[in-house]
């Protein structure tokens, strides 16, 4: 459900680097003291990285990178404008490649 809300591909892989370097390190912080918040997030090393797993897909799924859209295969919708009031949209025969598509 984490993923869902914080569904961002380049928030999801920061907090990737941040868990991976944990476990990495991890021989080596257990036998420090690390204080009273980092020892918290240290705790939770492995659940922080499978928290950044699913960020990652679904923000692959949701087209956004550090909250911009992204539009990998171009967009089956096309925006038309008349004037200052007036605009519709209109879809293609194609389906977008993967994800949801950044117009709808």
């Not at 257990?30 to 204080?35: D, R």
Request: charge should be negative; glycine fraction near 10%.
């Amino acid at each position: 459900l984490f993923a869902v809300m914080f569904g961002d591909l380049g928030h999801g892989f920061l907090m990737l680097v941040f868990a991976i370097w944990m476990i990495i390190k991890e021989k080596q912080f257990q036998s420090q003291n690390l204080g009273e918040i980092f020892q918290i997030c240290f705790g939770g090393r492995y659940v922080i990285f499978l928290m950044a797993i699913f960020s990652v897909y679904t923000g692959l799924l949701y087209n956004e990178t550090f909250s911009l859209a992204g539009d990998f295969f171009g967009s089956s919708y096309s925006y038309h404008k008349i004037n200052s009031t007036t605009h519709f949209v209109t879809k293609e025969d194609r389906t977008y490649g993967f994800g949801m598509d950044p117009i709808w």
